[in-house]
Antibody, heavy 123, light 106 residues
Framework: QVQLLESGGGVVPPGRSRRLSCAAS????????LHWVRQAPGKGLEWVAG????????FYGDSVKGRFTISRDESENTLFLQMNSLKPEDTAVYFC????????????????WGPGTLLSVSS | DIQMTQSPSSLSASVGDRVTITCRAS??????LAWYQQKPGKAPTLLVY???RLQSGVPSRFSGSGSGTEFTLTISSLQIEDFATYYC?????????FGQGTKLEL
């Protein structure tokens, strides 16, 4: 059974950094495209970043490009999102998600999601 | 960037109703279109991908159609558990975009 569990959320002052983690189990981590999606309070879904199956190619949304970095540790089956220069508008629930296992590529439908972790950027 | 526009933004319906949600893309996205359902306080779940393929475990009352720039999600006979918010998503571009959501209310 696929399981994804995010951690690392909390309250962070503007301008600071934070790293989110997503612990994965129940599937072949090293053979999966992995993504971060966020949802600001009361708002819709916004795709943040995605990492290719081989872990070598990263894609970012325009609002986070240059500030956020997606990466993974295969030995720990963990996905990360390093967030720098945080802004109040980064306040959101952050979900990690796994790309559909039957579709090749990186930018693909997201078939498994974690419950999310809330990040609040506030002084 | 590709813009995804859903309509309506909200919809009132009753159990047993047939409902249709529309999603329009700002450019041709071929068949790279998925639909998700989200209930309050929960993560989204994938319903449909490649326009019309039902994700495993999704009831057959859900169906998707369309091509190019216009797509629809239809629920043939609403059940109480279907009242939720629905999002379309294009995955044609390298910066995939979600629609703004359609809240389905009783």
């Amino acid at each position: 059974q696929v399981q994804l569990l995010e951690s690392g959320g909390g309250v962070v002052p503007p301008g600071r950094s934070r790293r989110l983690s997503c612990a994965a189990s129940g599937f072949t981590f090293s053979n999966s495209a992995l993504h971060w999606v966020r949802q600001a309070p009361g708002k819709g879904l916004e795709w943040v970043a995605g990492l290719s199956i081989d872990g070598n190619i990263a894609f970012y949304g325009d609002s986070v490009k240059g500030r956020f970095t997606i990466s993974r540790d295969e030995s720990e089956n963990t996905l990360f999102l390093q967030m720098n220069s945080l802004k109040p508008e980064d306040t959101a629930v952050y979900f990690c998600a796994r790309g559909h296992g039957s579709i090749p590529g990186t930018i693909i439908p997201l078939e498994s999601w974690g419950p999310g972790t809330l990040l609040s950027v506030s002084s | 960037d590709i813009q995804m526009t859903q309509s309506p933004s909200s919809l009132s319906a009753s159990v047993g109703d047939r409902v249709t949600i529309t999603c329009r893309a700002s450019q041709d996205i071929r068949s790279s279109l998925a639909w998700y359902q989200q209930k309050p306080g929960k993560a989204p779940t994938l319903l449909v991908y490649v326009v019309s393929r039902l994700q495993s475990g999704v009831p057959s009352r859900f169906s998707g159609s369309g091509s190019g720039t216009e797509f629809t999600l239809t629920i043939s006979s609403l059940q109480i558990e279907d009242f939720a918010t629905y999002y379309c998503q294009e995955y044609y571009s390298t910066s995939p975009t979600f629609g703004q959501g359609t809240k389905l209310e009783l």
